[in-house]
Structures are given as structure tokens and as C-alpha cells.
């Protein structure tokens, strides 16, 4: 996009919140970097705001965006699972307490982009030894999901608390949780007391499951998921592995066909999540429903319906789109935690969903919208959709994906 005063005044902002965030810690002797998410929250290191930060960061410090993957993967544990959260120590939120595994990291996971922030950053810098260095830990960690999230060996993973999926208080996950007036403070309680049962059961997967009454193959999950796993295959190739390439590949395929005959109503033409252990469809008016779009996985068709939600005024393309629960929606919130505020990485996605099937326009509005969201409401965790107001911490990490907005090639779409 053109640079501005107002554009290149945001640039720089979000290298000043990238560079202020860095930390760097010591383990077993090795040094390590990072980009926390807020000095003011979240201290540590979170496995999907790491991938955005990479992301981000290949803007302007490819050095540290590959130390932020480095980072994130050290973290990993035997089994391959990479946590939710790296680098935990005690502090006031009682981190170690809550996640009680014993170690500086979680036990639970995240939305698993780690092959999309690599992919990007070598998109931008070809790096055979960092993808030598980072290959085996991704390969072990998609390894790991689908032996233990596939639950039903269908091709989709499941979660097993809302903070995996990462947009912890959704609209999405009321009719699990029985909720008919949303109270952030009770549910955060009830997070919580999940958290505790996990602690009990040493977050073994099989009993994680049985002690949570959280289950769900989000549509989100299984897009990243789908999208990763090709992203895995693409890897393998650069290196010559064409064993690993056609396996990635044909998990790819296998979770692209049940995502599209178990999480697609050709009725009502939308895309839902299967929540609850009976695995039943469940659908709230949310973009992450769009993501089938990001991921390739739709034709031209069905991405002309997405195109057209996306864009409605009264859902979902306020002032600042795009908002996280549809406006019309009875459990919208334009103040509320993911129950309808605006989120830069969902702006991210939706941008290179409408790039990739060549709504170049739409992609530019958006871009144009978001830096003027940031320029109004600063590097604030989240906004109001509709007086670009910044929410949450301040300082926010992953906020400064509108630096990668503004440089994307919106005229060069990805393959479907």
C-alpha cells in the first residue's frame, strides 16, 4: 500500500512494540529469544502470538523472527506436543500454578500455525539451516496431533479447552458451557477449574478428554491444521524428503475431504464447528467460519458467499471490520473478549483469504481499515468495531501484523 505519513508512522510503531516485547532467557545453558505479548499481561512466550510475531518480524528482523521459532520449539515436550505457553516462571497470574505440569511451559497447545510462520519467513529469506534446524521438532509436533488430537482418526483434531483454540471466550463455546448470560469473570473460573482437572490427570490426552467437558473440532483448528500439513509437505519437498511430502499430503487431503462432508452444511451453505463428545454441527455467525477460504480448501462458488458475509455491513464489515461474532447475533459484544471485538490476526487471515481468490479490492479496504484501527486505537490487544477504541493489554504483540498488512502483495495470490 502507499506510504504514507500515517502508514509509515504505524510501521514504525510496530517495530517499536516487536523490539521493546524481546526477551531473552537461559535455559541448560542455551540463549533464547522471544516476543512477549504484553509487558503489562502475558510475560511469556504463546505459541501462535510467536508465530505471528515471526511473521511480522520478517519485515524488518529475519535474525529474530527465526530465533522466535527456535525459541517456541524448545519448549517442546517428548511426546511432540509444542505447549500454549513457553518460558513460564512464577508471577503474579500464578501461571505455574494453573498449567501445574511441573516445568517452564504449559501443557495444553494452540491454533498449530509453526509451519505457516516458517513458511513465511522463507518465502522471504531462503534458509536452509534454519528449516534443517526447525523441521524435525514441526514434523514431530503435526506428528503428535494426529495421534492424539485425530481423535476419531477422521482426519480432524480436537481441543480440549478453550485456550487451545485460542480464542478463549467465543461466542462458539456458549451452548457447551450451557451459557445463556455470558460473565467473563465466571467463566474464567471455569477455565480455570478445567485447568485443575488436567493437573490431576498429568495432562495424559486420553484422560485430558474424559475430565473435560470441553470438546470441539473447530472449523478454525482444522483449516490451520489442513493448511499446515500442506505447508509441512512443501517443506519436506525443499529438502528433499518426498516420504514425508506425500504422507503430509495425504493427511492434508484426508482432513480437506472431512472437513468438507462432517463441518459444511450445503443447505445453509455455511461452515460449523463439532462440538460436545457425540460430535454434533454447531454454527455461530463467526469469521472463523471463513477460514476454509484462507486455507484453499473452497471453490470459486463458495468463496463468492464467503466473500459476500464478509463484506455485509450489518454482520460482520462495520466502521473496522472484521468483527469476531456477527453484529446481528444476539451474544455480540463490541466490547467483549472475542464475543465481537476486532482482532488484527483475524484481519490478517481474512486478507490473504480474499488475496487468494483474487478480491484484491476488498483485501485493500481492509488493509486500509486496519491501519487506520491501529493508527485510532493503538497497539491494543483488540477494539470496538465501531469507535476503533483499543481493549485489552497494551502493547500488544501480535497487533503489529499490520506491518505485514502493509507490505503484503496483494496482487500475487496463493495457489488454491
Known amino acids: 500500500m502507499k506510504k504514507t505519513p500515517v502508514v509509515m508512522g504505524v510501521e514504525e510503531q510496530a517495530k517499536d512494540v516487536l523490539l521493546n516485547n524481546r526477551r531473552i532467557v537461559r535455559k541448560r545453558g542455551v540463549e533464547y529469544g522471544f516476543?512477549?505479548?504484553?509487558?503489562?499481561?502475558?510475560?511469556?512466550?504463546?505459541?501462535?502470538?510467536?508465530?505471528?510475531?515471526?511473521?511480522?518480524?520478517?519485515?524488518?528482523?529475519?535474525?529474530?523472527?527465526?530465533?522466535?521459532?527456535?525459541?517456541?520449539?524448545?519448549?517442546?515436550?517428548?511426546?511432540?506436543?509444542?505447549p500454549n505457553m513457553v518460558h513460564v516462571r512464577h508471577n503474579w497470574r500464578f501461571d505455574r500454578i494453573v498449567h501445574g505440569t511441573g516445568r517452564d511451559t504449559s501443557g495444553i497447545t494452540?491454533?498449530?500455525?509453526?509451519?505457516?510462520?516458517?513458511?513465511?519467513?522463507?518465502?522471504?529469506?531462503?534458509?536452509?539451516?534454519?528449516?534443517?534446524?526447525?523441521?524435525?521438532?514441526?514434523?514431530?509436533?503435526?506428528?503428535?496431533?494426529?495421534?492424539?488430537?485425530?481423535?476419531?482418526?477422521?482426519?480432524?483434531?480436537?481441543?480440549?479447552?478453550?485456550?487451545?483454540?485460542?480464542?478463549?471466550?467465543?461466542?462458539?463455546?456458549?451452548?457447551?458451557?450451557?451459557?445463556?448470560n455470558f460473565n467473563r469473570k465466571?467463566?474464567?473460573?471455569?477455565?480455570?477449574?478445567?485447568?485443575?482437572?488436567?493437573?490431576?490427570v498429568?495432562?495424559?490426552?486420553?484422560?485430558?478428554?474424559?475430565?473435560?467437558?470441553?470438546?470441539?473440532?473447530?472449523i478454525d483448528m482444522n483449516c490451520y491444521y489442513f493448511a499446515n500439513q500442506m505447508e509441512m509437505s512443501a517443506l519436506a519437498k525443499r529438502m528433499g524428503n518426498t516420504a514425508d511430502a506425500d504422507m503430509f499430503e495425504a493427511r492434508a487431503e484426508k482432513t480437506r475431504s472431512a472437513i468438507m462432508s462432517k463441518m459444511w452444511d450445503p443447505e445453509k451453505k455455511v461452515f460449523g464447528d463439532l462440538i460436545g463428545k457425540d460430535c454434533r454441527?454447531?454454527?455461530?455467525?463467526?469469521?472463523?467460519?471463513?477460514?476454509?477460504?484462507?486455507?484453499?480448501?473452497?471453490?470459486?462458488?463458495?468463496?463468492?458467499?464467503?466473500?459476500?458475509?464478509?463484506?455485509?455491513?450489518?454482520?460482520?464489515?462495520?466502521?473496522?471490520?472484521?468483527?469476531?461474532?456477527?453484529?446481528?447475533?444476539?451474544?455480540?459484544?463490541q466490547d467483549g473478549y472475542w464475543r465481537g471485538t476486532v482482532w488484527i490476526n483475524m484481519n490478517w487471515f481474512i486478507t490473504e483469504a480474499l488475496v487468494r481468490y483474487g478480491y484484491v479490492e476488498t483485501a485493500e479496504e481492509l488493509v486500509e481499515r486496519t491501519v487506520d484501527l491501529v493508527s485510532t486505537g493503538g497497539f491494543r490487544e483488540y477494539f470496538n468495531p465501531f469507535t476503533g477504541e483499543g481493549l485489552g493489554a497494551k502493547s500488544f504483540g501480535w497487533t503489529s501484523l499490520v506491518i505485514d498488512l502493509i507490505n503484503m502483495k496483494l496482487e500475487n495470490p496463493r495457489e488454491n
Open 186 to 200: 465466571k467463566f474464567n473460573i471455569t477455565k480455570g477449574l478445567v485447568m485443575f482437572r488436567f493437573n490431576f
Open 202 to 218: 498429568r495432562y495424559n490426552n486420553e484422560l485430558m478428554r474424559k475430565v473435560s467437558p470441553y470438546f470441539v473440532k473447530g
Open 281 to 333: 454441527f454447531s454454527f455461530v455467525p463467526t469469521p472463523f467460519s471463513f477460514l476454509p477460504m484462507w486455507a484453499g480448501i473452497v471453490d470459486k462458488e463458495t468463496a463468492e458467499g464467503i466473500h459476500g458475509q464478509i463484506t455485509d455491513e450489518k454482520r460482520f464489515w462495520p466502521r473496522f471490520p472484521v468483527t469476531t461474532t456477527a453484529i446481528d447475533y444476539p451474544a455480540f459484544e
Open 35 to 82: 516476543t512477549c505479548p504484553s509487558p503489562y499481561l502475558y510475560h511469556w512466550q504463546w505459541l501462535w502470538d510467536s508465530c505471528f510475531h515471526a511473521i511480522a518480524l520478517r519485515n524488518f528482523d529475519m535474525d529474530f523472527a527465526k530465533k522466535e521459532i527456535v525459541s517456541l520449539m524448545s519448549g517442546q515436550w517428548k511426546d511432540g506436543r509444542v
Open 110 to 180: 494452540q491454533p498449530p500455525i509453526i509451519a505457516t510462520a516458517v513458511s513465511r519467513i522463507l518465502e522471504v529469506s531462503p534458509d536452509a539451516a534454519f528449516l534443517e534446524k526447525v523441521y524435525e521438532p514441526m514434523r514431530r509436533y503435526y506428528d503428535w496431533l494426529d495421534r492424539c488430537r485425530d481423535t476419531e482418526s477422521d482426519g480432524l483434531i480436537a481441543m480440549f479447552h478453550p485456550w487451545e483454540t485460542g480464542i478463549d471466550n467465543s461466542t462458539r463455546w456458549d451452548d457447551i458451557f450451557d451459557i445463556k
